[in-house]
């Protein structure tokens, strides 16, 4: 993975196949701190207390048909080159929380990348089914994108519609370059 | 704490409104991104993004996207499977955006299957 926006991507589809609803993605930076954050929390079916210690060995998934799981290995992977460390609470009645922590100038810390893409192509695969809350807060300045107040503007009209997502992404793109720079 | 600004969506919901006749389960096409994590490191999301932005530019408005995990051909990534109403479904592999496009022209819009990219044809026609 290039970038975190692909890891955001690719966990979020774990959420996805849990079954969930509602995936909230909370970004923090804090630049007084040099710490990077990035929780990705669902309400998906969780999971089951033997599974969890195998968790992070890439040769090990519960998918049927399928001998390796790489998403959560690779973020890991991405956190500790970074110094920093992945966090995974479960369980089967809440749900999955996955806490990634980076040093935010660590020369191996890989770039946000693309936020937006990330954020309108999960919109358009599965937007009418799931809801995602984002939040990203640089240093005080704070931006949030939930497609439950979206929806609740858009009535009848479908979130996935290509006008729709075309103005949603130049929004969120205007937005996240806008505490951006104010956070810098 | 900063919203999104909607001030205009208003505005483009009525003009969509008015516009868009797609409802549920009456979409001409279906076209799924495998979006595994061998789909997404090898550029699944850039394919998905040309789709949405072809969709847009050429005002289709009765083709769904969606997304799927991982489809078993990790060395075949990014791949896509085109499904036209009452044909089977068309798997492409190891696409770039230029094959992407003239995929979308081909298929989508003309409904010719693109051969020299496709893996397979349903599940017994394999190329």
Redesign the interface.
């Known amino acids: ?1 290039q970038d975190i926006s ?1 890891h955001i ?2 966990i979020v ?1 774990n959420s ?2 849990a079954g969930a609803s509602l995936i909230e993605v909370t970004l923090d930076e804090y630049l007084k701190n040099n710490s990077l954050s990035l929780k990705i929390r669902d309400n998906g079916k969780g999971i089951e207390k033997k599974n969890i210690k195998n968790i992070l060995d890439p040769f090990y998934t519960t ?1 049927k ?2 001998r390796i ?3 959560l290995p ?1 973020l890991a992977q991405a956190a500790e080159e970074a110094g920093g460390e992945l966090k995974i609470t479960s369980s089967v009645e809440t749900g999955t929380e996955i806490t990634a922590v980076f040093i935010h100038d660590h020369i191996d810390r890989k770039p946000l990348g693309d936020i937006s ?2 954020l ?2 999960l919109v ?3 937007g009418l089914k799931l809801d995602i809350f984002y939040s990203h807060n640089k240093n005080g ?6 497609t439950r ?2 929806k609740k ?6 979130i ?9 992404k130049k ?2 793109k ?2 996240l370059n ?2 951006k720079e104010k956070g810098d | ?6 001030g ?3 505005k ?2 009525e ?3 008015k516009t ?1 006749n ?1 409802r549920k389960g009456q979409a001409r096409a279906n076209i799924t ?1 495998h ?4 789909g ?2 090898a550029g699944a ?1 850039d394919i ?2 040309m789709l ?1 932005e072809e ?2 530019r050429n005002k ?2 009765d083709v ?4 799927s ?2 489809a ?1 051909f990790c060395s075949k990534e990014p791949m896509i499977t085109i499904e036209i109403k009452g044909e089977p479904p068309v798997k492409y592999g190891d696409l770039t955006k230029d094959r992407m496009k003239k995929i979308f022209a081909e298929h989508i819009i003309k409904g010719n299957i693109v051969e020299k990219f496709a893996l397979a044809i349903g599940s017994e026609h394999t190329y």
């Open positions: 993975m692909l991507l690719d589809e996805i196949n998918k048909g399928s799981g790489l998403g690779l893409e990330t309108i192509d358009a695969a599965k300045n704070s931006f949030i994108f939930d107040e979206i503007e858009l009535r009848d009209v479908n996935n519609n290509p006008e729709i997502l075309k103005f949603l929004r969120i205007e937005s806008e505490i | 704490m900063k919203k999104l600004k909607i205009d969506l208003e483009i919901r003009k969509v409104r868009s797609l991104v979006m595994g994590t061998c997404i490191a999301r998905m993004s949405l969709i847009e289709i408005d769904l996207v969606t997304t995990g991982c078993g």
